[in-house]
């Protein structure tokens, strides 16, 4: 099965904010956007607010703030489903007088002893159409004797059929469905009612939801036929799962959008990430541009299987775009964790040096700017384990502090003059060159291993690197004399 759109689409995004924007929600985003994007159109960014209890404001913000942080961009909206409450009760009171829906007098102890029944005998409940046969009359009576009442969508005695992007040919026979509610017995719209009157004013044409939604696809299509709309064309993404091929939980990923910018995420490797989870180019290509992506992105290729969220594989996705990212456009996202660090004020030239310098050897924004504490600290922690082999050689503090002497007397602080010094003095003196490097190298970043020396002495500049030696001879010497 090949579906072909032809643009323009106009798609959109509704999420609940009755919590943090997750994983599975981006995923949503990013698809439509992507459709979008790739035949044009609009992208449409939809609130529905209409569970007062638990939606919070705050919620709203974050969403809107997680989805322009990874790069989604709506061209319509914000818009609270909320406010669109008259609407839908207007067009809830058309379907009323159309025969189309009717009047639900029924209570919730009668409508649970009816359940419990059907459960007892091992069936599925449906709703028994009891107040589809009331007359005229016993309507007119319930409503003069102010008898609370839902309103019922009357559901055609048909099979529901539609083609969804993802699962191909669906088809729902009659006895599968049943008479559900539009509108509760205060008179708040359920969320089916609210959905289809919005997605029909807004013209929507594609809708890409998750599959927890497909249950309730063959209830909103014949409910767009019933008021008059074009029924979308609709396709439901499969879960995300852990990598224990269960529910995606916390532990692997099923955290707010927001925490991974918070651990030092590029926007940019999220939204390539979980673009490729359930989704394929058609090439071996992983790392993607916005560019390509659109280019590329066809509705054929969304996988029908379930997806499985690889924290490792984010951080190494991650890792490629610090190592490609020029500097200019990776410093704006790497300005929070500076100033956490205190470097907010650090000199540019020698930030830049620094970051350019490790960038290929960090996963995240929060280990880069790890990696290049040392070149702004004042001075080091070294750990005595790690430098149990420096602290034996005796002979190493009277190396260190010839190897200082001569790299501050030098003209030029350059990598090339700064080797050569080095070599020539491990020459003098009968050492392989790796007996100077090594501990030099514990001595300005306090680690074992790092981007090479000589680039790295260069980067930190003469003052931080003479005084990280200085520090270095003291605690030598300090461990020679304990």
């Known amino acids: 099965m090949t579906i072909q ?25 990013i698809y439509n956007d992507l459709l979008r994007q790739s035949v044009g159109g609009a992208f449409i960014l939809r609130i529905e607010d209409t569970d007062k209890e638990r939606s919070d404001e705050a919620m709203i913000r974050q969403i809107q703030s997680a989805l ?13 489903q909320s406010e669109r409450l008259p609407r839908h009760h207007e067009r809830a009171e058309e379907l009323l007088a159309a025969g189309k829906a009717y009047r639900c007098f029924c209570t919730p102890e009668e409508l649970d002893a009816q359940r419990e029944e059907a459960q007892k005998k091992g069936l599925a409940f449906r709703y028994p159409r009891t107040c589809l046969k009331l007359t005229e009359e016993e309507i007119a009576e319930r409503l003069a004797a102010n008898r609370p009442f839902a309103v019922r969508f009357r559901m055609p005695d048909e099979h529901i059929t539609f083609t969804d992007i993802v699962r191909g040919d669906m088809d729902f026979p009659p006895d599968a469905l049943d008479d559900f509610i539009l509108l509760r017995s205060d008179g708040n719209p359920t969320y089916h009612m609210s959905v289809v009157v919005d997605d029909i004013d807004m013209g929507i044409t594609h809708v890409i939801r998750g599959e927890d939604h497909l249950s309730n696809t063959p209830k909103h299509v014949p409910l767009f036929r019933a008021l008059g709309g ?8 499969p879960l995300i799962l852990g990598p224990d091929k269960k529910r995606l939980s916390k532990r692997y990923g099923a955290t707010s959008v927001e925490e991974f910018r918070t651990e030092g995420i590029l926007p940019q490797a999220l939204y390539n990430f979980m673009a490729l989870l359930g989704w394929t180019p058609g090439n071996d290509q992983e790392i993607l541009s916005r560019d390509e992506m659109i280019a590329l992105f066809d509705v054929n290729r969304l996988n029908a299987s379930a997806a499985v969220f690889d924290k490792e594989k984010l951080w190494w996705m991650n890792a490629q775009y610090l190592s490609r990212l020029d500097y200019e456009a990776l410093r704006p996202h790497l300005e929070p964790f500076l100033a956490a660090a205190g470097l907010a004020d650090a000199d540019p030239a020698r930030l830049a040096a620094a970051v350019n310098l490790h960038r290929s050897r960090a996963r995240t924004l929060k280990e880069l700017v790890e990696l290049i504490l040392p070149y702004f600290k004042d001075e080091l922690t070294y750990d005595p384990e790690a430098s149990a082999k420096f602290l034996k050689d005796q002979d190493l503090p009277g190396h260190l502090e010839i190897l200082r002497e001569r790299w501050a007397a030098l003209p030029s602080f350059d990598k090339d003059a700064l080797d050569a010094a080095l070599r020539a003095l491990a020459g003098e003196r009968g050492l392989k060159p790796a007996v100077l490097i090594h501990p030099t190298r ?7 291993q790092g981007p090479p020396l000589f680039d790295l002495v260069e980067a930190m500049g003469r003052d931080a690197s003479l005084r990280h030696l200085d520090h270095f001879l003291a ?7 304990g």
């Open 5 to 29: 759109i032809q643009g323009p689409v106009r798609v959109r995004f509704a999420p609940s904010p009755t919590g943090f924007l997750h994983v599975g929600g981006a995923r949503t985003a």
């Open 68 to 80: 322009a942080w990874i790069g989604v961009v709506w061209d319509e909206g914000p818009f609270l």
């Open 230 to 237: 074009t029924v979308p064309t609709f396709g439901h993404l």
């Open 442 to 448: 514990m001595a300005l970043t306090a680690a074992a």
């Open 475 to 481: 605690f030598l010497r300090r461990g020679a004399e």
